[in-house]
């Protein structure tokens, strides 16, 4: 294991410009601190765990 793992890792710049809201088809933004894709239309945080992008409406929580 690292000794430099990061609390709240970054996430690839070009994968976020890839991805889109999988309810709205939106743009999203990333919350660093809370490890969060945030969709701003649907109202919705998507999780990231492990620098994955868990983008499953199900597993979001509402804003």
Known sequence: ?????QKHPEIDPQL???LVCPLTKGS???????????????????PV?????????SEARQL
């Open 1 to 5: 294991m690292s000794d430099r793992k």
């Open 16 to 18: 976020l410009q890839l």
């Open 28 to 46: 999203l933004s990333y919350d660093k601190e809370a490890s969060e894709l945030i969709s701003e239309k649907a109202k919705l945080a998507y």
């Open 49 to 57: 765990r492990d620098c994955i992008p868990i983008m499953l409406v």
